[in-house]
């Protein structure tokens, strides 16, 4: 499975992905890291690990839609089969989506359908929630809306502050992106309607 990683920030669930390939955990490659961002540290750690890491320059584009036409070519170049975004602070487009139907995947800090958007962790500190966790979907037109994957659940400590918070469901994340791509890769998710069933 080529997989196409799109990223923003500091790329620690690529490098979750990366490592669950070099393992043989999921049978595939990643075969291309696409930032927005000319300094995300997850470039480096693309570079670092021998794959190509491409910048493209969102301000550089008219809108929305042609950015994500000029992501799809590159990703198309690199023969990419899935597309995984993995801290990218963009919304995408129908265009993206289009090109790769039911092959675009997305991580995210809270347990949807609570708490979508920026700042997952502090919503979920503030309404005063006493679990908290991640969730890998399926992406589709709307913000963190698409047909679930996995999820997982850790407790909120009395203690806790947005960034301890933020650390213990990082770690849950490493353990499910890579899950779910792996599940993917073996063709054993079934998607009927917003149910994801793995078979
Ligand atoms: C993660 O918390 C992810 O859930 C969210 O953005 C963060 C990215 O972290 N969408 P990293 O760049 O993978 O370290």
Redesign the pocket.
């Known amino acids: 499975l080529n997989i196409g990683v799109l ?8 490098q979750s992905i990366i490592d669950a390939c070099a393992n043989g955990t999921v049978k595939g490659r990643v075969a291309c890291v696409i930032s927005n961002k000319a300094d995300a540290y ?1 470039l480096k750690r693309a570079e670092a690990a021998g794959i190509p890491a491409i910048h493209i320059d969102h301000t550089q584009f008219e809108g929305r839609r042609s950015y994500d036409a000029a992501v799809v070519e590159v990703l198309r170049r690199h023969g990419v089969e899935l597309v995984a ?3 990218f602070m963009r919304i995408i487009t129908q265009v993206l989506l289009d090109a790769f139907p039911m092959a675009v995947m ?4 809270a347990l949807l359908p609570a708490f979508p958007g920026l700042h997952a962790q502090r919503q979920t500190l503030e309404y005063g929630a006493k679990l908290g966790g ?1 969730t890998v979907h399926f992406v589709d037109a709307g913000t963190d809306t698409g047909p679930i994957i996995l999820q997982a659940a850790v407790p909120v400590q009395d203690d806790d502050t947005e960034d301890t918070l ?1 650390a213990r ?2 770690k849950e ?1 490493h353990r499910l992106y890579p899950e779910a791509i792996r599940l993917f890769s073996e063709g054993k998710l079934k998607v009927e309607g917003r149910r994801v069933y793995v078979r």
């Open positions: 990223v923003s920030g500091s790329g620690t669930n690529l997850a975004l993995a801290g997305n991580i995210h800090p991640c933020a469901i990082l994340e």
